[in-house]
């Protein structure tokens, strides 16, 4: 009886392995958001948005340290509500969109901090310069839906970055160095997520349309 039952458990742990490693998604563009806030000379803080172009994470709600995030945000769809300032900060004194379009994340490793808190760590290059960040976050909720029929994953995190370590050191006097930084993410879950965003990496490459 042992061995039929040995079989029936090995068996068993094959088939359950797959469900138990971390899930894999696709951002979503449509709720997924990076907005900013900077202070304006003391009067108030201006507010902007930049999109998501592409990227993709892993996570596992029963071990969040084995989670990863790789993105890159579109800098010149920076939106701040008006077209000539969207101009200014997407300009060589801010964000440099021409000469960099894209800023690159990529994760280092997940802390959980409570039973839906935690801190994801990382590397921001952004105008050519790489350094290292935490992000404070909360995972909302992951579930099946009927809208689209996928499952999703939903977090919200916000940090305080300052500009001056990826050189933005322009008009400091008026425009806040403290930069506050919320993240409102909607994940697909995406078995092919990493594959297609290496293969959009690639094809984006200079080059790449006449290999």
Known sequence: MRAPRLRYLLLLGCLLAPL???????FDPVHSAVVFFV?????????????????WFRFDQKNWAASQVVADIALGS???DDGGWDRVVAGTDFLDAKAHPYAHFVSTSVEKTGPDTGILYGQL????HTEGLAFPFRF??????????HTVAGFTGIATLDRKLWGMDAFDSVVGVKV????EIE????????????????VSKPGAARR
Do not use: C
Not at 125 to 128: A, C, E, P, V, W
Not at 140 to 149: C, D, S, V, Y
Not at 187 to 202: K, L, P, S, T, W
């Open 140 to 149: 909302n909720k992951r579930a099946f839906t009927i809208f689209g029929l």
């Open 125 to 128: 290059t952004l105008r050519g």
């Open 180 to 183: 506050k930084v919320l993240l």
């Open 20 to 26: 138990t490693r971390a899930a894999e998604y696709r």
């Open 39 to 55: 202070d304006h000379d003391g009067y108030s803080d201006a507010v902007g948005r930049l999109k998501i172009a592409r990227g």
């Open 78 to 80: 920076v939106d701040m």
């Open 187 to 202: 994940g697909i879950e995406d078995g092919g997520a990493e594959r297609d965003y290496q293969r959009a990496v690639a």
